[in-house]
């Protein structure tokens, strides 16, 4: 097609009905998408500020109040409810829907619950509701507080998704639910996080902006300090950052559990923990406490146990009682969600179309614009009642003035109605209503009655006028009704008081191993096939020690519990072992490989102490070396520390303490060299720098020792021997050496 012809496909396409239309993919999915973005955002994932519902809780609670399930009322199976809930009014799947209803019943999940569950709902170790065949429900008084008003036209109602009933559009919400019980989702794009807050205080807040609309964030912050969780907890949040948290909508709180030290006597104690932080499943936090004892990662901690019935109570035993226990709860409250950072993001739609994250302020400025208009509605509509009312009973009093007379004419008219309408000056309305009225009722026309109905009506009625007309009246009686709900469901209603306390705590420093082990002295033993183990006190280094069949001795140290222990593999690398988190000594200990990841191929050919400051000399069978410093021989994790470079072939062959001002190196030649310690560079890692020349083999052993006093050894015969005119094979580094003195071991090592 000419490019003059084509047709211009960013501008819609007028086509008659039943022909394919093009359009470009850009614009077919932006549009589709967009639809579905809005759809998300506005009738499922965020909720509402007026009542701090969604789409599927407003219908729930609705189907339910259809249902006539009132909090003094019976129950009814959940599976009926949920069926309603899916026919009427939500035409998504019953699992979600009993989901959601379910989650309204968990008061470890919803500060306030809005539905009275009987039967398994769940609980906080994360097990899951019983089937909805199972359970029954019905609502709470705060769900009947916040649905208070519906049948007086206090709200919008829109047809179902089908016409054929009617829904509410916003309930009238008596208390700012959105922040009482919190909510959560994810939409397109954006989502939202409230946690629950303390109803009372929440009510505090809201008198507060009705006697001064201006009043700022601080003030609420000093009437809402922070979020009230169902399950308690403490929060450790600085109060600027609550207060910043609130003033922009987005922040987060920090979450401790909150726990006790229990005296067990004699000096024993353990750690009771009675209540977890918010939307931590407690099985999964006793898995994760378990875990950390078993890696070791609180070397402090020796047990944990769950004995919750009703309440939580979690038992934590420390590995000794010199421990503290503050620094014991430091340590696990970084390893575990012992504590949590729950964020806040008040992501919420105003007036249920327009998404914002809002302050604190805003979001009770929406609930207190909505209790106003409420107000107005409810009052109009008791307005139009009365009326109504006053019209009928106008017509009820002029016929009692005449009552023979309307008799007759009902007993004689063909047409009553119009004849009592022509001879009283009546209303089709009060014709009606006398036409329709009892016998029995003729008895209730007393002049008198009527007129101080009539005039307590009048009255009423010129109270609900005022009332429309004066905002100051209309902010009175909205702080009535508020005070009237907080003598409902505040502090000093049962479960109103504030759960979550508060608590001032710094960030947890690194606790070193000393202050959380007790210390005992050890003696480490490393078999030749790996296997290690320690055995408690300082035994003989030379103490017969029971193997596996074709096993031995190869490395014995003195240590004690709280000792690094720096294990040098011959691949170059380093692993380093608590000694505390050592087997015991009692039997053949356990493979060293499962602690550390030392691959099948490399050995163990060094073992020591960890001691700050201590530097230590390095050498490869190739004859590269250098001095490090102990701190760089530490390893963080399982994988080790690479320190000695080695090149294809090579393993690494000493790692001695530096003891002294000269080296002392010998080779497979038996060529004996010896140089000045400062011609050695100190390095953190690498492959070093030449200590001997070979024309053959390698590099046996090394060492350090002070000149002076001569270079020591043991003979064949045990024998120490010591030789110290060393003038014959003191030469520079990287130089070839002589031949050993005689006696020297024929192994060729110094030791």
């Known amino acids: 097609m000419c490019a003059l012809h084509a047709p211009d496909m960013s501008k819609p396409i007028d086509t008659p009905e039943g022909t394919t239309v093009s359009e470009p993919l850009s614009r077919a999915i932006g549009e589709r998408y967009l639809t579905y973005a809005l759809s998300t955002i506005m009738h499922r994932a965020l909720p509402d500020a007026r009542d701090g519902l969604k789409p599927v809780h407003r219908r ?28 009427n009014y939500h035409p998504h799947g019953d699992a979600a829907i009993y989901d959601a209803m379910a989650r309204l019943a968990q008061d470890f999940a919803v500060r306030y619950p809005l539905v009275d569950g009987q039967g398994n709902f769940g609980n906080i170790d994360g097990d899951n509701p019983a089937a909805s065949r199972y359970t029954e429900a019905r609502l709470t008084a705060a769900a009947e507080a916040l649905m208070e008003g519906l049948a007086e036209n206090a709200v919008d109602f829109r047809p179902n998704y089908d016409g054929t009933l009617e829904e509410p559009v916003v309930l009238p919400a008596a208390f700012p ?25 929440l009510v505090g807040a809201c008198l507060a902006m009705i006697k001064d609309p201006e009043v700022g964030n601080d003030a609420l912050v000093a009437l809402v300090p922070g979020p009230d969780f169902p399950t308690g907890g403490v929060l450790v949040e600085p109060r600027e950052n609550i207060l910043e948290a609130y003033r922009t909508g987005r922040g987060s709180f920090r979450l401790r559990a909150r726990w006790s030290v229990e005296d067990l006597g004699r000096g024993q104690w353990q750690i009771v923990v009675t209540e ?30 769950d004995e919750s019935a009703e309440d939580v109570r979690i038992v934590l035993e420390p590995r000794a009682r010199t421990v503290d226990p503050d620094m014991l709860m430091g340590m696990l409250f970084r390893a575990s969600d012992l504590e949590i950072r729950f964020s806040l993001n008040m992501n919420v739609l105003i007036d249920g179309r327009v998404p914002k994250v809002c302050s604190l302020k805003e979001v009770l400025r929406a609930f207190l614009d909505h209790r106003r208009d409420v107000l107005g509605r409810r009052s109009q509509h008791r307005l139009d009642k009365i009326d109504a009312r006053l ?11 005449n009552l023979d007379r309307v008799i007759e004419i009902i007993r004689h008219e063909d047409d009553p109605k119009a004849v009592m309408i022509a001879e009283f000056e009546l209303s089709d309305v009060q014709a009606e209503a006398i036409l ?5 009722s003729l008895r209730k026309l007393e002049e008198m009655e009527l007129k101080r109905e009539r005039d307590a009506l009048l009255i009423e009625r010129a109270d609900l006028e005022d009332l429309l007309s004066n905002p100051g009246a209309q902010w009175k009686r909205i702080a009535e009704q508020l005070k009237d709900v907080r003598k409902t469901f505040g502090k000093d209603a049962p479960n109103g008081a504030r759960r979550t306390g508060f608590a001032e705590a710094g960030e947890v420093e690194e606790v070193p191993i000393e202050a959380m082990i007790e210390r005992e002295p050890i003696t480490v033993i490393l078999s030749k096939m790996g296997w290690v183990r320690a055995m408690k006190g300082h035994q003989p280094l030379d103490a017969e020690v029971k193997f596996k069949d074709g096993d031995e001795a190869r490395f014995a140290i003195h240590a004690e519990t709280t000792d690094r222990i720096l294990l040098v593999g011959s691949n170059g690398r380093f692993y380093t072992l608590l000694g505390a988190n050592l087997p015991g000594g009692r039997g053949m200990g356990e493979p060293v490989r499962l602690m550390v990841d030392l691959p099948n191929e490399a050995e163990v050919m060094g073992l020591a102490i960890f001691r700050a400051g201590e530097r230590y000399l390095l050498a490869s069978s190739d004859g590269d070396g250098f001095v490090v410093s102990s701190e760089e021989l530490v390893a963080q994790t399982r994988a080790g520390k690479q320190v000695l470079n080695l090149r294809d072939g ?30 050695l560079p100190e390095m953190a890692r690498g492959k070093g720098v030449r200590l001997q020349k070979y024309k053959d083999g390698g590099l046996i052993d090394a060492m350090t020792f002070v000149l002076a006093d001569g270079l020591a050894w043991k003979d064949p015969a045990g024998r120490t021997r010591c030789e110290t005119d060393l003038g014959e094979w003191l ?6 050496g002589r031949m050993a003195p005689r006696g020297f071991p024929r192994d060729n090592r110094f030791t």
């Open 60 to 87: 729930i609670m609705f189907a339910m109040r259809e249902l006539k399930l009132s909090p003094t009322g019976g129950f009814r199976k959940s599976a009926k409810i949920a069926g309603d809930v899916m026919g």
């Open 436 to 440: 329709n009225m009892r016998l029995r």
């Open 391 to 401: 019209e009928v009973l106008e017509g009820y009093i002029t016929a009692f003035l």
């Open 177 to 201: 639910n959105l922040l009482a019980n919190g909510s959560s989702g994810i939409a397109v794009g954006m989502a939202t996080n409230i946690p629950p807050h303390n109803l009372d205080e």
């Open 276 to 305: 977890i932080p918010y939307q931590v499943q407690k099985s999964k936090l006793i898995e994760r406490l378990a875990e950390v004892i078993q890696t070791k990662k609180v070397p402090a901690l020796a047990d944990v146990r």
């Open 650 to 679: 090579a393993r690494a062959m000493v790692c001695r303490r530096v003891q002294g001002d000269h080296v002392a190196v010998v080779g497979e030649n038996r060529k004996l060299l010896v140089f000045a310690l400062n011609e």
């Open 731 to 736: 030469a520079k580094r990287a130089s070839a």
